[in-house]
């Protein structure tokens, strides 16, 4: 079982705008480290998407975009497009436990 | 560009050993922290390892504490992860990934080497 809680999977056509949670706890999500996102394209790596919570790097869309309220975090899409197919991973730092910690992954299906 | 390239994965019995290695280029290798992180078959990701850019301090994950031993070569700019004791369960694509100091997000990723441990 995973620290941070991710739906398996959502869906949304092209163009639509889709959202993904992620619910830890106050020594994760809710303490002081930032919740960072990771696209893992289908057979790839994963590539970090968003850090500290809103942050995206160099050469992301301006289509995602992050969130943080309390022990939760979302990431959203908007504009759906094709090749946004893929696993998304939350990820962040776990204070009690001293280890860094991913939730299970959200795939993105978009009909 | 940031290029880490994982090798040495393969197939093992139960109980047995592997070494795996990421060579790294296209940064100052010494200046990052690095990172093991590993993915089970159609499971999500599990960090495993971090060893500071200095070699020490050096972390491991409860699954793997005991087994496991990171280590980094500076002349070779490759990073390492000795696996003893291997279970089925350790089953994986292992990635190494780049740590910049002071944050908590690993900025570059490797492709993967595929660990199989089974009889």
């Known amino acids: 079982q995973s620290v941070l809680a991710q739906p398996p999977s959502v869906s949304g056509a092209p163009g639509q705008t889709v959202t993904i949670s992620c619910t830890g706890s106050?020594?994760?999500?809710?303490?002081?480290?930032?919740v960072h996102w990771y696209q893992q394209l289908p057979g790839a790596a994963p590539k970090l998407l968003i850090h500290d919570n809103t942050n995206r790097p160099s050469g992301v869309p301006g289509r995602f975009s992050g969130s943080k309220s309390g022990t939760s975090a979302s990431l959203a899409i908007t504009g759906l497009q094709t090749e946004d197919e893929a696993d998304y991973h939350c990820q962040s730092y776990d204070i009690n436990l001293r280890v860094w910690v991913f939730g299970g992954g959200t795939k993105l299906t978009v009909l | 560009e940031v290029l880490l390239v994982e090798s040495g994965g393969g197939l093992v019995q139960p109980g047995g050993s592997l070494r795996l290695s990421c060579a790294a280029s296209g940064f100052s290798f010494s200046s990052y922290e690095m990172n093991w992180v590993r993915q089970a078959p159609g499971k999500g990701l599990e960090w495993l390892s971090y060893?500071?850019?200095?070699?020490?301090?050096?972390y491991y994950a409860d699954s793997v504490k005991g087994r496991f031993t990171v280590s980094r070569d500076y002349a070779r700019n490759s990073l390492h992860l000795q696996m003893n004791g291997l279970r089925p369960e350790d089953t994986a694509v292992y990635y190494c990934?780049?740590?910049?100091?002071?944050?908590?997000?690993?900025?570059?990723w490797g492709q993967g080497t595929l660990l199989t441990v089974s009889s």
């Open positions: 060893i500071s850019e200095t070699g020490n301090p050096i």
């Open positions: 990934a780049t740590k910049t100091p002071g944050t908590t997000y690993f900025n570059y």
């Open positions: 106050d020594s994760n999500i809710g303490a002081v480290y930032g």
